[in-house]
């Protein structure tokens, strides 16, 4: 007989519907987390030792999150993709490069992670349908942490 349902017994047409949202959040995080790096290397001027930090510190916390959402596709059964060719085809978030001035990167990163809630939020409903808790804690912390970096950021900004 033919499984209906995963390792971790999810019916696979549930997990379907959970899978290309998580591919489309790793393929999000990974172009965020290289555009972290480059503002962590280019930011100049008065703000420079402050947020030089905060990017390091912020592509670190998204280096874990990579990971968390890639395995979660693995325990569901799937492949992640790992290559840029397959992110860059996903992906909603943009590249961007060469950001020396530290509002145009301050304001990326938080347009980027307001994009990060709502996606969160779509995973959230779609994971709740799929009896998929584990992924539903998945969105709920990152809808925390990120709400969190929101008013923060929105704040550093005023
Ligand atoms: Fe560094």
Redesign the pocket.
């Known amino acids: 007989m033919e499984a209906t349902k995963n390792n971790v017994g999810l019916e696979l047409t549930a997990v379907d519907t959970v899978i290309p949202k998580l591919n489309e959040l790793l393929a999000n995080y990974q172009v965020f987390y290289t555009n972290l790096r480059g503002f ?2 280019n930011i100049q001027g008065d703000k420079f030792y402050e947020l ?1 930090e905060l990017y ?1 510190d912020y592509y670190n916390q998204f280096a874990e999150k990579i990971d968390e959402v890639a395995e979660r596709i693995v325990m569901l059964g799937k492949v992640p993709a790992n290559t840029f060719t397959e992110y860059l085809k996903i992906a909603k978030v943009k590249e961007i490069s060469g950001v020396s001035d530290w509002q145009i990167g301050v304001n990326n990163v938080l347009e980027t992670l307001q994009f990060f809630v709502s996606e969160l939020r779509e995973l959230h409903a779609i994971a709740i349908k799929a009896g998929d808790h584990a992924t539903v804690s998945l969105a709920n912390h990152g809808i925390k942490d990120f709400e969190k970096k929101i008013w923060m950021l929105s704040a550093y900004l005023k």
């Open positions: 962590h290397w030089h390091e």
